[in-house]
């Protein structure tokens, strides 16, 4: 988490009445007018149904691109460009889930980003992915034996593409229906 009077304190701690001190966490879900409601079971059951890992050009203009619909940037029926799945989140929460410097003060951030692991765990196994299926591109840092960002020592990017338990973890079953009377993921 980050939150810091030392550089910048009017962008990442405004509210805080001290220098060094963490501002209190926001929330304002729901008030952001194009994102009005949280990513419904369909959603993710269509972006899983999106079989290549990406397409080019390989950025937030991918069609066709599990990667573009899971992190957000494509709706999930792989073609229609808006904001969807883990961005949907962020933004529809509001206040500092939906501000990029802080958002990981929020303790949601964790169970989201945990859940956008399962959904991707989820499609390794649907597909039987592995390494070898990450598509050959040259855009810097996004290529497949490019280093991921932040680790350290360097992993792959391709390296990312395995089961859970090959690091050391396993997630629980995957719900495949909603229960009665609830469509989105809460």
Known sequence: AICSGFDFPDEYCPLADEEYKLERLHRKPGTTPYAPNLPTYEDVDNALKLEKLDTPPFNETSRHSFRNSLEGFLSPDG????????????????????????????????????????????????????????????????????????????????????????????????????????????
């Open 79 to 186: 073609v229609t460009l808006k904001r969807s799945l883990h961005n949907l989140v962020h933004i529809y929460l509001g206040g500092t889930m939906s501000q990029i410097p802080i958002s990981s003060n929020d303790p949601i951030f964790i169970l989201h980003h945990s859940f956008i692991d399962k959904i991707f765990e989820t499609w390794i196994a649907k597909y039987n992915k592995s390494p070898d299926d990450f598509p050959e591109n040259n855009l810097m840092g996004q290529g497949p034996n490019d280093c991921a960002t932040p680790y350290f020592p360097c992993y792959k990017n391709k390296d990312l593409i395995y089961s859970s338990t090959k690091f050391g973890y396993k997630f629980s079953s995957f719900l495949r229906k909603p229960p009665m009377g609830r469509r989105n993921y809460q």
